[in-house]
T-cell receptor, first 114, second 116 residues
Framework: AQTVTQSQPEMSVQEAETVTLSCTYD???????LFWYKQPPSRQMILVIR??????QNATENRFSVNFQKAAKSFSLKISDSQLGDTAMYFC???????????FGAGTRLTVKP | DVKVTQSSRYLVKRTGEKVFLECVQD?????MFWYRQDPGLGLRLIYF???????EKGDIPEGYSVSREKKERFSLILESASTNQTSMYLC???????????????FGDGTRLSIL
């Protein structure tokens, strides 16, 4: 079974600064997808960014980017120019290519301070 | 716009009751999922379904069952509710994998269930 580990239960960052959230995973699969989801206080999950394992180039979505290290099984999320609206729980998730069975990490609570 | 609707945002039930949590999606998705979310544990998969009348156990199926009689509706059933089933329950859906780009799941708003 695949496991996803987020080792930082809570983090904080000053507004306009950069923060990196870590995620590691364990799998014997070679083809898979990785995701970062955001869950604001309103509770609905929102997809932030996704990465396909066969692509070496790191995904970027505006202020959000990932550092995908396949050999190390690491998938960190970098948030640049942090905004107050970035305050949320962030979940890292893993999905095998052949099905939609997704596994989540325990989450990191990020607080952006003014 | 995609929509996953869970019938209740908050629900309070008593120990031993049979509890139904309903989820409906309007995107004609084949796959539907039920998760529970607990602090420090993230999301854990209870059951998922790839098609009507099909179901697969997730990580923590004990104490739960599911029903998928129609494509758009996926129900989670607590056969005899217990206090350790107090949690936030999230439903999600996604399209089938074959022949299409695998989109990540779309989530409902969640149901906060308290068992007294």
């Amino acid at each position: 079974a695949q496991t996803v580990t987020q080792s930082q239960p809570e983090m904080s960052v000053q507004e306009a600064e950069t923060v990196t959230l870590s995620c590691t995973y364990d799998t014997s699969e070679n083809n898979y997808y990785l995701f970062w989801y955001k869950q604001p206080p309103s509770r609905q999950m929102i997809l932030v960014i996704r990465q396909e394992a066969y692509k070496q180039q790191n995904a970027t979505e505006n202020r959000f980017s990932v550092n995908f290290q396949k050999a190390a099984k690491s998938f960190s999320l970098k948030i640049s120019d942090s905004q107050l609206g970035d305050t949320a729980m962030y979940f890292c998730a893993f999905m095998k290519k052949e099905n939609n069975d997704m596994r989540f990490g325990a989450g990191t609570r990020l607080t952006v301070k003014p | 716009d995609v929509k996953v609707t869970q019938s209740s945002r908050y629900l309070v039930k008593r120990t031993g009751e049979k509890v139904f949590l309903e989820c409906v999606q309007d995107m004609d998705h084949e796959n539907m999922f039920w998760y529970r979310q607990d602090p420090g544990l993230g999301l854990r998969l209870i059951y998922f379904s790839y098609d009507v009348k099909m179901k697969e156990k997730g990580d923590i199926p004990e104490g739960y069952s599911v029903s998928r009689e129609k494509k758009e509706r996926f129900s989670l059933i607590l056969e005899s509710a217990s206090t350790n089933q107090t949690s936030m329950y999230l439903c999600a859906s996604s399209p089938a994998t074959s022949g299409v780009f695998r989109q990540p799941q779309h989530f409902g708003d969640g149901t906060r269930l308290s068992i007294l």
